[in-house]
């Protein structure tokens, strides 16, 4: 039973337009989220994470929001550069936890 | 950056063999976690540790087993593959107060 979901396995974006992946979770008891970028055969590098006491992060040209009465949350990369062109991963935690669930991934490919 | 290391990084295996992956870490992390990644599944949760001789199972433990008997080294072994464990697996590290995981280049596993 997949509790953290990527439900668009793929996306194109133009470069130097917004790029918007979203991310869904069922278990209510997760606090804390984190974004995580996977070139192909490399590991996954982190990338952002936000706390369920703020609906907003933002580091440099990457912002993620959380909206925790829908259980969902999103990240945005403007402007998109094809350097950003990976698979990204969501991942959920319960704060006072240590085990980390993550989403399927989103393959995102930036135009040029 | 978690000085992560696996080995091997890739292997080819016949059904039926053992095989064990090892991951090394060079910052003392006191959690450590085996995640595989497969098509349309993302990133599971096999096995994790939290202290030397110290383990708990993840979502897909079954078929696999774990060992840590120095805080650097964290093993899993297969103690008889199927082709279904053809994945790409992947080492995670985390200190005892952080809440984000660093991971290692992976390992390709191929069980023909």
């Known amino acids: 039973d997949q509790q953290v979901k990527q439900n668009s396995p793929s996306l194109s974006v133009q470069e130097g337009r917004i790029s918007i992946l979203n991310c869904d979770y069922t278990?209510?008891?997760?606090?804390?989220f984190l974004w995580y970028k996977k070139y192909p055969a490399e590991g996954p590098t982190f990338l952002i994470s936000?706390?369920?006491?703020?609906d907003k992060n933002e580091d440099g040209r990457f912002t993620v929001f959380l909206n925790k009465s829908a259980k969902h949350l999103s990240l945005h990369i403007v402007p998109s550069q094809p350097g950003d062109s990976a698979v990204y991963f969501c991942?959920?935690?319960?704060?006072?936890?240590?085990?980390?669930?993550f989403g399927t991934g989103t393959s995102l490919t930036v135009i040029p | 950056d978690a000085g992560i290391t696996q080995s091997p990084r890739h292997k080819v295996t016949e059904t039926g063999t053992p095989v064990t992956l090892r991951c090394h870490q060079t910052?003392?992390?006191?959690?450590m976690y085996w995640y595989r990644q497969d098509p349309g599944h993302g990133l599971r949760l096999i096995h994790y540790?939290?202290?030397?001789?110290?383990?708990d199972k993840g979502e897909v433990s079954d078929g696999y087993s774990v060992s840590r008997s120095k805080t650097e080294d964290f093993l899993l072994t297969l103690e008889s593959a199927t082709s279904s464990q053809t994945s790409v697996y992947f080492c995670?590290?985390?200190?005892?107060?952080?809440?984000?995981?660093?991971f290692g280049e992976g390992s390709w596993l191929t069980v023909v």
């Open positions: 991942a959920a935690k319960v704060n006072t936890g240590n085990q980390f669930y």
């Open positions: 540790s939290y202290g030397v001789k110290d383990t």
């Open positions: 278990n209510s008891m997760f606090d804390y």
């Open positions: 910052e003392n992390h006191r959690y």
């Open positions: 995670a590290t985390k200190d005892s107060s952080g809440n984000t995981i660093y």
């Open positions: 936000i706390s369920s006491i703020k």
